[in-house]
């Protein structure tokens, strides 16, 4: 017997100088779990059916536990349509892949009935069977369903976005999609539907590697790595400064360099290196002044557009805040900075652009506040745009060649709701 594992099961009325494994407890032990259990049953290994009166529909099997079926970005909406009657006066069996925009708003002091703006993102139609091109007896067969979801939205150069829903005051967005099955009849019979939400979760990736480490910059365009640009942030002072004297005889007082990567495209959940450089030779001290209010926000920005976007309703929200770390070098009347800031959490963040229906935007804002002891401080308020992505650099490969070439949905915005929390 192996030395690593552990003896065999032996019958209660073996002989053994030693305590022995048994199967079955005496009276004063108690089992726990039982020892024969049924294998436990797969979350996802449940078909997606959907049934009306004369249509049934099979999108496969449920892949990634989700309410609706879900795909990404390149997938291909696969499945069987079956006509469940015999219908003779069928004049045609049309599915209909479809995206739309929708919002909607409702203004101050009017009826509460909201002004609706709809933009088509995609529409892709295929015919199933047609009565002038094929017998009726061809309705009792099984057709076929292979639509794929294009890259970009229809008539635009623009990635098709996912699905997404926004609640601001007085006005919402919803990015939806689904799945639209017709019996067209002949003559005055009933036409039958059949729609299927849909839920379309691209991911998105950087093109290349992010920066890890940023020293602190020393001069205006002097970065040595052209990873690295560097953006002078000025100083703007209140009009009534108490030491407006005082620096009116000096050209510059104080002037912030900052220092981040040149490529403003970061996966969700990564860190954006920075680095700062506050000068300020002629106040020594104004310099520590403005460390000790220095703030480092991620923002998140929602702006839904109404009446085709002459109207824009605004949503910010900080998902992270940096920590600042003083560097050792720093000399009299120059403080020098390196902060990372997260792009909040892993895959539930993707920047995104509908014109003329919504935009999710990402920034990074640094901020001084006034301390509340200092008569007419400087003001510092500066913001660098960035495009956050769900997934990392390089990951596209892998997940392929795991899934077997099924483009995995980006699983993190599947919560739809999340905006109203």
Same mark, same amino acid.
């Given at each position: 017997?192996?030395?690593?594992?552990?003896?065999?099961?032996?019958?209660?009325?073996?002989?053994?100088?030693?305590?022995?494994?048994?199967?079955?407890?005496?009276?004063?032990?108690?089992?726990?779990?039982?020892?024969?259990?049924?294998?436990?049953?797969?979350?996802?290994?449940?078909?997606?059916?959907?049934?009306?009166?004369?249509?049934?529909?099979?999108?496969?099997?449920?892949? &990634?536990?989700?309410?609706?079926?879900?795909?990404?970005?390149?997938?291909?909406?696969?499945?069987?349509?079956?006509?469940?009657?015999?219908?003779?006066?069928?004049?045609?069996?049309?599915?209909?892949?479809?995206?739309?925009?929708?919002?909607?708003?409702?203004?101050?002091?009017?009826?509460?009935? !909201?002004?609706? &703006?709809?933009?088509?993102? *995609?529409?892709?139609?295929?015919?199933?069977?047609?009565?002038?091109?094929?017998? +009726?007896?061809?309705?009792?067969?099984?057709?076929?369903?292979?639509?794929?979801?294009?890259?970009?939205?229809?008539?635009?150069?623009?990635?098709?976005?996912?699905?997404?829903?926004?609640?601001?005051?007085?006005?919402?967005?919803?990015?939806?999609?689904?799945?639209?099955?017709?019996?067209?009849?002949? =003559?005055?019979?009933?036409?039958?539907?059949?729609?299927?939400?849909?839920?379309?979760?691209?991911?998105?990736? !950087?093109?290349?590697?992010?920066?890890?480490?940023?020293?602190?910059?020393?001069?205006?365009?002097?970065?040595?790595?052209?990873?690295?640009?560097?953006?002078?942030?000025?100083?703007?002072?209140?009009?009534?400064?108490? +030491?407006?004297?005082?620096?009116?005889?000096?050209?510059?007082?104080?002037?912030?360099?900052?220092? *981040?990567?040149?490529?403003?495209?970061? !996966?969700?959940?990564?860190?954006?290196?920075?680095?700062?450089?506050?000068?300020?030779?002629?106040?020594?001290?104004?310099?520590?002044?403005?460390?000790?209010?220095?703030?480092?926000? #991620?923002?998140?920005?929602?702006?839904?557009?109404?009446?085709?976007?002459?109207?824009?309703?605004?949503?910010?929200?900080?998902?992270?805040?940096?920590?600042? *770390?003083?560097?050792?070098?720093?000399?009299? =009347?120059?403080?020098?900075?390196?902060?990372?800031?997260?792009?909040?959490?892993? =895959?539930?963040?993707?920047?995104?652009?509908?014109?003329?229906?919504?935009?999710?935007?990402?920034?990074?804002? +640094?901020?001084?506040?006034?301390?509340?002891?200092?008569?007419?401080?400087?003001? #510092?308020?500066?913001?660098?745009?960035?495009?956050?992505?769900?997934?990392?650099?390089?990951?596209?490969?892998?997940?392929?060649?795991?899934?077997?070439?099924?483009?995995?949905?980006?699983?993190?915005?599947?919560?739809?709701?999340?905006?109203?929390?």
């Amino acid at each position: 017997m192996d030395v690593d594992s552990p003896p065999s099961y032996c019958t209660p009325g073996s002989c053994s100088p030693v305590p022995i494994y048994s199967e079955t407890p005496s009276r004063c032990e108690h089992v726990l779990q039982p020892v024969v259990s049924a294998p436990p049953t797969a979350r996802c290994s449940y078909d997606l059916v959907y049934r009306s009166d004369s249509l049934e529909v099979n999108l496969g099997k449920s892949l &990634w536990g989700l309410k609706y079926p879900a795909f990404g970005k390149g997938g291909t909406l696969e499945g069987t349509v079956q006509v469940r009657k015999c219908c003779k006066h069928v004049v045609g069996v049309t599915a209909v892949l479809r995206g739309i925009a929708k919002t909607s708003s409702i203004q101050h002091a009017r009826v509460a009935v !909201p002004d609706i &703006w709809t933009k088509v993102l *995609l529409s892709r139609t295929v015919i199933l069977f047609s009565s002038a091109d094929s017998p +009726i007896a061809r309705l009792a067969e099984e057709f076929s369903l292979d639509i794929p979801f294009p890259e970009n939205a229809d008539g635009s150069d623009e990635s098709l976005p996912p699905s997404f829903t926004a609640y601001l005051p007085g006005t919402s967005c919803e990015i939806t999609y689904h799945l639209q099955l017709d019996i067209v009849r002949r =003559g005055l019979r009933r036409h039958e539907t059949l729609t299927i939400p849909l839920l379309y979760l691209p991911k998105s990736r !950087p093109c290349s590697a992010p920066l890890r480490d940023i020293h602190p910059p020393l001069a205006p365009r002097t970065a040595s790595d052209e990873h690295v640009r560097v953006v002078q942030i000025p100083v703007i002072w209140h009009p009534h400064c108490c +030491i407006k004297a005082r620096r009116s005889s000096v050209p510059q007082t104080a002037s912030i360099l900052l220092a *981040l990567p040149s490529s403003t495209c970061f !996966p969700s959940g990564d860190h954006v290196p920075l680095a700062l450089t506050i000068r300020a030779p002629h106040l020594p001290a104004f310099a520590n002044l403005l460390v000790q209010n220095l703030s480092l926000y #991620l923002v998140k920005r929602k702006k839904l557009y109404v009446d085709n976007g002459r109207r824009i309703s605004v949503r910010e929200q900080s998902l992270s805040h940096a920590e600042v *770390l003083l560097v050792g070098d720093s000399q009299e =009347g120059h403080v020098k900075i390196k902060a990372q800031v997260q792009t909040g959490e892993a =895959g539930k963040e993707m920047s995104f652009r509908v014109d003329g229906a919504v935009a999710v935007e990402y920034c990074i804002r +640094i901020v001084i506040r006034s301390p509340a002891n200092v008569k007419g401080p400087p003001i #510092l308020r500066h913001e660098e745009p960035l495009q956050v992505t769900t997934d990392r650099f390089g990951s596209l490969t892998t997940e392929l060649l795991m899934m077997g070439g099924i483009p995995t949905p980006a699983i993190g915005l599947s919560d739809l709701y999340r905006s109203l929390r």
